[in-house]
């Protein structure tokens, strides 16, 4: 008699618990990536992990070291971002502006500063035969604690980093997000995929901090940066 009284006083304790939302306990065993981040520290080259040098055909390596030479004169005519054309990813994350992230159930938003917002929704597929867009196609998916998040269909007008790395409408993306143990830094791995500009997939990293709950963007108009370059009208 004690054991079934031991049972349903049991029983009344669970019943007056207060119910989980659906997906509440999935959501629980994953970290939140909800929040501000900036990439630290910065460089201007995403560097392959492995050391060796970026896996170039010969004719992407010459259109990068033309990006490079162009650049040390002065000449960015190359870079699409002078004229307010979005930066692509991954170098969107890269650059020295902040970019937020805000986590659901069913799709995690990306907004830049400034820029194009993209996002990726859980259990979806890329499509197979997109009309290229400067950010791309993106699916979400998690992997334990980790974020994985598969994209293509990007333009090929972009560049990868801030030293002009080139990549073609061929270009796939794997980018592994990993909360750090204190919830204030993260690292992102991309695994890089492009047949027309690699003779192989390579991987870069860069590490993120998380800016201050109080943060917010400063409001920054990019046409107004042209106003001092553009023809000047009679």
């Not at 999935?26 to 201007?44: K, N, R």
């Not at 909360?179 to 192989?200: A, H, L, Q, S, Y």
């Amino acid at each position: 008699m004690s054991k079934t009284l031991s049972l349903l006083a049991a029983g009344c304790a669970l019943a007056a618990l207060p119910a989980l939302a659906p997906g509440a306990a999935l959501a629980a065993a994953h970290p939140d990536f909800t929040g501000a981040w900036i990439v630290s520290p910065y460089s201007a080259s995403l560097k392959p992990v492995d050391g060796k040098p970026v896996p170039f055909k010969p004719e992407a390596k010459t259109v990068y070291d033309q990006h490079v030479a162009a650049a040390a004169k002065g000449d960015h005519s190359w870079d699409d971002t002078s004229i307010c054309l979005p930066e692509g990813l991954p170098r969107l994350q890269t650059i020295k502006e902040p970019f937020e992230i805000m986590q659901k159930a069913n799709a995690m938003y990306f907004v830049a500063q400034n820029r194009l917002p993209w996002r990726a929704y859980f259990n979806e597929k890329l499509p197979d035969d997109p009309d290229p867009l400067y950010l791309g196609y993106h699916v979400a998916k998690w992997e334990g604690s980790k974020l994985v998040i598969d994209s293509s269909g990007f333009r090929d007008v972009s560049v990868l980093d801030d030293k002009g790395i080139p990549h073609s409408e061929k270009l796939k993306l794997e980018a592994t997000y990993a909360m750090g143990p204190d919830n204030k830094t993260m690292t992102v791995t991309w695994r890089i995929e492009d047949p027309d500009t690699f003779t192989r997939p390579w991987t870069a990293k860069a590490s993120f901090k998380r800016m201050p709950a109080s943060f917010q963007f400063p409001e920054e108009v990019c046409a107004a940066k042209l106003q001092s370059t553009a023809p000047k009208r009679d």
